[in-house]
């Protein structure tokens, strides 16, 4: 077990801050749960899709 430094704890937390952004939205029950489903079968992540599919429209525009 690695035991972690309050101010080391607090670094970490602060550099994360800097490098991520949260992105949330509120949809409907039923669309969530069937893409839930159809990334569970993919074996993929809701993070790693939306990603990808950020991805995608982004070289859209290049």
């Not at 602060?14 to 949260?22: E, F, L, S, V």
């Amino acid at each position: 077990m690695k035991i972690i430094t309050d101010s080391s704890r607090a670094d970490y937390f602060k550099q994360r801050r800097q490098n991520k952004k949260t992105f949330s939205v509120l949809l409907d029950r039923e669309k969530v749960e069937k893409i839930e489903e159809h990334l569970k079968k993919q074996n993929k992540t809701k993070t790693i899709w939306l990603e990808e599919k950020i991805n995608e429209e982004l070289e859209k525009e290049e």
